[in-house]
């Protein structure tokens, strides 16, 4: 069983900037594939970036290429994700996910139906 809990989330100004931290629990944090995605108010979850459990490799949505970054520290058992350019578009609640350990080796993805664990999220608003 993992366990997640995301922080970091608040209000900003569009062009603004903010880090989000996702702590897991359990030993398998370091053989396993996180990601994260969002939520807008009547909107569907959508995927925003996954990385592999090396760090190696990562995996982006569209709309947030270029101006978001995934990253993670295996010592620390946390997944981050530095938002940059924040627009508007990208107020929602994100969340944290992670793959089962035994699809370690399967990489990167971008479905939510691929990851088992979830935290609760944590709001993100950005103001025009």
């Known amino acids: 069983q993992v366990r997640l809990i995301e922080s970091g989330g608040g209000l900003v100004q569009a062009g603004g900037s903010l880090r989000l931290s996702c702590a897991a629990s359990?030993?398998?944090?370091?053989?396993?594939?996180m990601g994260w995605f969002r939520q807008a108010p009547g909107k569907e979850r959508s995927f925003v970036a996954s990385i592999g459990w090396s760090g190696s490799t990562t995996l982006y949505g569209d709309s947030v290429k270029g101006r978001f970054a995934i990253s993670r520290d295996n010592a620390k058992n946390t997944v981050y994700l530095q938002m940059n350019s924040l627009k508007p578009e990208d107020t929602a609640v994100y969340y944290c996910a992670a793959r089962s350990a035994c699809f370690a080796f399967a990489g990167t993805t971008r479905s939510t139906s691929d990851y088992a664990y979830w935290g609760q999220g944590t709001q993100v608003t950005v103001s025009s």
């Open positions: 359990g030993r398998t944090f370091g053989m396993t594939v």
